[in-house]
């Protein structure tokens, strides 16, 4: 079942925050956020583990509530290069494939 | 390194018609995984394979076909196209048992975009 995401659009100003959510009603493993640029692929940005390993990018910061199966990805003091659609990943508890259903995406639209 | 590729970059089909989009890497990768994109959709899984010789369905696989022969290539084929396929299409590959783990991220190929008249 594929989780969803909110807000479905957000536009921000440079140098202002914003935080996307993704939610599942399945017991999940693991979150996978990318962020997609118009016309082109998804590129990876970070990684949440059940039981708390995180495997990403620096400057990106997110968090896992295992126990509402909910993920956020936080970001802050926003640059024209975060313009694009992000999306969540989620691999399911029982799944040992690696594969993701991914939600139908946040489109960010950072302003000057 | 190429990363992950994929070919064609775009194709037009007329309805009825058969097609094989072919998607590369040089990773050493075990997992491959085929997408489809549509507006407001997301990505949706179409196959998946989890080593050389096996495939397995994803949430949309009907009207799809897939073959992992070799390990570094994943195809699919569209036996005979429908407009409801017109899509953009993205190959990803993970996991290289030497370098790291199950749950890693996925790298993706650039797209194929294809049109079915």
């Known amino acids: 079942q594929q989780p969803v995401q909110s807000p479905q659009a957000v536009i921000l100003r440079e140098g202002e925050d914003a935080v996307i959510n993704c939610s599942s009603s399945?017991?999940?493993?693991?979150v996978h956020w990318y962020r997609q640029k118009h016309g082109e692929a998804p590129v990876f940005l970070m990684i949440?583990?059940?039981?708390?390993e995180q495997k990403g990018h620096e400057k990106i910061s997110a968090s896992f509530n295992e126990k509402k199966q909910q993920s956020s990805l936080y970001l802050t003091a926003s640059q024209l290069s975060y313009s694009g659609t992000y999306f969540c990943?989620?691999?399911?508890?029982?799944?040992?494939?690696?594969?993701?259903?991914f939600g139908q995406g946040t489109t960010l639209q950072v302003k000057p | 390194n190429a990363g992950v590729t994929q070919t064609p970059k775009f194709r037009v089909l007329k309805t009825g018609q058969s097609m094989t989009l072919l998607c590369a890497q040089d990773?050493?990768?075990?997992?491959m995984y085929w997408y489809r994109q549509d507006p407001g959709m997301g990505l949706r899984l179409i196959h998946y394979?989890?080593?050389?010789?096996?495939?397995a369905k994803g949430e949309v696989p009907d009207g799809y076909n897939v073959s992992r022969l070799k390990k570094q290539n994943f195809l699919l084929g569209l036996e005979s196209a429908a407009p409801s396929q017109t899509s953009v299409y993205f190959c990803?590959?993970?996991?290289?048992?030497?370098?790291?783990?199950?749950?890693?991220?996925?790298?993706f190929g650039p797209g194929t975009r294809l049109t079915v008249l």
């Open positions: 990803a590959s993970s996991f290289s048992p030497q370098t790291g783990g199950e749950r890693d991220e996925q790298f």
């Open positions: 399945k017991a999940l493993y693991s």
């Open positions: 990943g989620t691999e399911d508890d029982s799944s040992n494939t690696g594969k993701l259903i």
């Open positions: 394979s989890v080593g050389e010789g096996t495939t």
């Open positions: 990773m050493n990768h075990e997992y």
């Open positions: 949440l583990l059940k039981g708390g």
